[in-house]
């Protein structure tokens, strides 16, 4: 079946730092790929999506890649901030055909705090 | 923006009553997803609906659990009999249906489920 592998957290970053959040996953067929946010005392939001091999994702400064050949869409940002400290889930749907393009398959979060 | 709605938003309850929560989806929006999330982890699948018909329900999923979408608008959660165990945060999310499941699912803020 479909999973979803983020890198361990938590993860500790001064402002303006660059960060990355790896996510692998493992699939059959052509899934669509998400990056989910969760910030502290709200609901889990869409942060960027990415349909097809090498479409690059990307949203309030943040950006992720599909890449087919490493089954990965690691997300990445340049300068990071305070208000970016939240949970960051990546996730996916499809791929394996017929009813299971219906559902989600979460990574297991990585939670993020900027310090200023 | 009325997006995604749900209620209770947190319910204590002792071992072995029976809950029930609610979900109003965002009203275009002809998919509906239930999820639970624990500490720690990202969301788990458990059932989802496109309209009226459920179309897929996790294999992990105790007979104790039942959804309903009677009218294609709202749903229900019911979990019969409830465990420890069954403590959790419970999401809805709501999409336009499409073959493919690259349309993004908006979720609802959870109800908070606490087993004495």
């Known amino acids: 079946g479909n999973s979803v592998t983020q890198m361990e957290g938590p993860v500790t970053l001064s402002e303006e730092a660059f960060l990355t959040i790896n996510c692998t996953y493992t699939a059959t067929g052509y899934p669509s790929l998400f990056w989910y946010v969760q910030y502290p005392g709200e609901g889990l939001q869409l942060l960027l999506k990415a349909t097809k091999a090498d479409d690059k994702g990307s949203n309030k400064g943040f950006e992720a890649t599909y890449r087919k050949e490493t089954t990965s869409f690691h997300l990445e940002k340049g300068s990071v901030q305070v208000s970016d400290s939240a949970v960051y889930f990546c996730a996916l749907s499809g791929g394996a055909g017929g009813t299971s393009y219906g559902k989600l398959t979460f990574g297991q979060g990585t939670i993020l705090t900027v310090h200023p | 923006d009325t997006g995604v709605s749900q209620n209770p938003r947190h319910k204590i309850t002792k071992r072995g009553q029976n809950v029930t929560f609610r979900c109003d989806p965002i009203s275009e929006h002809n998919r509906l997803y239930w999820y639970r999330q624990t500490l720690g982890q990202g969301p788990e699948f458990l059932t989802y609906f496109q309209n009226e018909a459920q179309l897929e329900k996790s294999r992990l999923l105790s007979d104790r659990f039942s959804a309903e979408r009677p009218k294609g608008s709202f749903s229900t959660l019911e979990i019969q009999r409830t465990e420890q165990g069954d403590s959790a945060m419970y999401l809805c999310?709501?999409?336009?249906?499409?073959?493919?499941?690259?349309?993004?699912?908006?979720f609802g803020d959870g109800t908070r489920l606490s087993i004495l």
């Open positions: 999310a709501s999409s336009l249906g499409e073959a493919k499941g690259s349309q993004p699912q908006h």
